[in-house]
């Protein structure tokens, strides 16, 4: 297997434009979960799917920001509008069902706003 | 939310060195796990502590849970250039899984 695969890798956007972050998690994993990882506030929770359903979003930071998981091998996190302060690394990571089990991240989207 | 504290924040130690890194909380955990985060790359699983008193060894890194199951520790023997990164110790928070995240200690270990 490939692994968690994001898209794009870098982003550079204008703060008001709309952002699209993409996921492919592992085959046959049951969990989904997107960070943001920023040097001031770490890495932060922001949403988590259990087989496509959204069980956590405490994390998302407000109503700007929305994910979705259309299917097993696909989900998106979506800003809109952007601002500045959205700036960080989005990471998405995906495992099997359990406690204790590994949590395989991807290489992550770097976010600039502008 | 149960909150993961990890120090020290930075650490810059040459070669050869030993060196220890903490995760501390108020709360207890169930298991907590340690992941390495190089730059450019996500983090990555080196091991989950579940027992309290737990040990585990990895090559030259050795990992401790408290008694309590509030704490662990990381301490790596004869640290290599290699070892240089982002030490990340996270848990699951209050029986569900959602994994938080521990601050980090950024490790530099010059040649």
């Known amino acids: 297997d490939a692994g968690v695969i994001q898209s794009p890798r870098h982003e550079v956007t204008e703060m008001g434009q709309e952002v699209t972050l993409r996921c492919k998690p592992i085959s046959g994993h049951d969990y989904l979960f997107w960070y943001r990882q920023t040097m001031m506030r770490g890495l932060e929770l922001l949403i988590y799917?259990?087989?496509?359903?959204?069980?956590?979003d405490s994390g998302m930071p407000e109503d700007r920001f929305s994910a979705k998981m259309p299917n097993a091998s696909f989900s998106t996190l979506k800003i809109q509008p952007s601002e500045p302060r959205d700036s960080a690394v989005y990471f998405c990571a995906s495992s099997f069902i359990g406690f204790n089990t590994e949590a395989f991240f991807g290489q992550g989207t770097r976010l600039t706003v502008v | 939310t149960q909150l993961l504290e990890q120090s020290p924040q930075f650490l810059s130690i040459q070669e050869g060195e030993n060196l220890t890194v903490y995760c501390n909380s108020s709360?207890?955990?169930?298991?907590l796990q340690w992941y390495r985060q190089e730059p450019g790359e996500g983090p990555v699983l080196l091991v989950t502590v579940v027992t309290g008193g737990e040990v585990k060894k990895l090559k030259r890194l050795t990992f401790q849970f408290g008694d309590a199951r509030k704490d662990s520790s990381l301490h790596i023997t004869a640290a290599q250039p290699g070892d240089t990164g982002l030490y990340l110790c996270a848990g699951p928070d209050s029986g569900t899984y959602k994994y938080i995240f521990g601050t980090g200690t950024r490790l530099k270990v010059l040649a």
């Open positions: 799917f259990n087989n496509n359903v959204p069980i956590d």
């Open positions: 709360s207890v955990f169930s298991s």
